[in-house]
């Protein structure tokens, strides 16, 4: 279960890392550009500030996920030390 929320953890920062370099290539951008997005195997035309709204959002979502994935990995690590003292516990009682 750890392992799945550290690759999980691990591929929303690299989408973030994409996404930010997305944000500083539209900030580099004014309404005079032609900006396109890819749907399926079409480019579409896409409004400059809808795209940095989008790109926005998506950036806050991923923030998001990646500080759920974080707890949920401390509330996994903070389990995995319980049982592991209730395990040496129990051993010494055993001895």
Do not use: H
């Not at 999980?8 to 290539?25: C, G, S």
């Not at 990995?73 to 395990?87: F, T, V």
């Amino acid at each position: 279960e750890l392992g799945r929320a550290v690759a999980a953890r691990q591929k929303l920062e690299t989408q973030l890392t994409e996404n930010n370099i997305v944000q500083e290539e539209l900030n580099l951008l004014d309404e005079s550009n032609t900006i396109f997005k890819l749907l399926g195997p079409v480019l579409v035309k896409q409004d400059l500030e809808e795209a940095k709204s989008t790109v926005g959002k998506r950036l806050e979502y991923i923030t998001g996920e990646m500080k759920r994935y974080e707890q949920q990995m401390q509330d996994l690590e903070r389990r995995s030390e319980q049982q592991r003292e209730l395990l040496g516990r129990l051993q010494q009682e055993l001895q």
